[in-house]
Structure formats: structure tokens, C-alpha cells
């Protein structure tokens, strides 16, 4: 995991650093949490999250820690659509 971010970063030109930090911060956050951001996601799921595109369940992971744990984050701006 930590290769993935450092990848990201890296392919990230033009990133300032304060939205370098921001993005090392959700995404260590996200799994760190991983487990209670999935029973935070299940209720509001019609189907198993093992169901659901991986790619989706990171987003939604990220805008439930973003509102959830991240209070300087206001919800309008984790979370659009």
C-alpha cells in the first residue's frame, strides 16, 4: 500500500504539498479504518460490498472518513454525488 501512494505521488506533477499531505492522510486513513468504514457503508448497501466495483468502495470509503473523521472537511466537499 504504501508503494501504490508513493507511486501516485510521484506520478502527481504539479501537486502542491499541502494536497500531497491531505492525499497521504485519506489514504492511510481510509485503510487504517477500513473495517469501520465498511460497517459504516453496509446499511446503506442493497448488495454485498465484496460485490461492489473496487474502485467505488474506495471512493465511498473516502468520503465516509472524510465526513466521519475528518471534521475540518466540510461534508458538502468530501462528498457531491
Do not use: N, W
Not at 8 to 24: F, H, I, N, W, Y
Not at 34 to 44: H, I, N, Q, R, V
Not at 51 to 75: F, H, K, N, W
Request: charge should be negative; proline fraction near 6%.
Amino acid at each position: 500500500s504504501g508503494a501504490i501512494l508513493d507511486d501516485a505521488l510521484t506520478q502527481a506533477v504539479g501537486m502542491s504539498p499541502v494536497d500531497k499531505r491531505l492525499a497521504t492522510h485519506l489514504f492511510l486513513g481510509m485503510i487504517r479504518r477500513e473495517a469501520t468504514l465498511d460497517a459504516m457503508m453496509k446499511p446503506f448497501s442493497h448488495r454485498p460490498l465484496i460485490e461492489i466495483q473496487s474502485e467505488v468502495r474506495d471512493l465511498v470509503r473516502m468520503g465516509i472518513y472524510q465526513i466521519a473523521c475528518m471534521t475540518q472537511i466540510p461534508p458538502h466537499a468530501a462528498v457531491y454525488e
